[in-house]
């Protein structure tokens, strides 16, 4: 089972953002967290992280033919981003959204996800926990 995992923008600064948000965890602690989790559970795992669309949108076309799920926090771009929810549809890969925060208690901005379209489950406000309930559901929930 492969799994890859995708950051977009701002989440490379866990731990110092927004931490009543977001918590005290860095992206290092997150990946060495999921990394752990995947190993304990013989999972392939690739984490990916970048603050620019189109080298997410890039990274999931990478995804087909080589990953058998995705697991997505596409961060302000949830509320944005048409290409990258065009790019989860083109792949056809199992995605699941997750979000740190509890989004639908947030802003109004917040509350439009178009990557949400083509996923098969969000998952928000668990905390980093949310990634690894992410991929339990994705290897093993459905
Ligand atoms: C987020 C929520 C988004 O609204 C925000 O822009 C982020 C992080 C979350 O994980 O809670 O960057 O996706």
Redesign the pocket.
Known sequence: MKILVIN????NMLGI?EPD??GKETYADLCEKIEKHCKNKNIEVTLYQSNHEGDLVDEIQKAYGNADGIVI???????TSIAILDAVKSVNIPTVE??????EE??DF?QVSYIRLACIKTI??HGTD?YLEAIDFLTEGR
Do not use: F
Request: hydrophobic share 20%.
């Open positions: 977009g923008p701002n989440l953002r948000h977001y926090n596409p961060g302000a771009y949830t509320h997750v979000h740190i925060s509890k989004v947030r802003e917040r928000t406000g949310g």
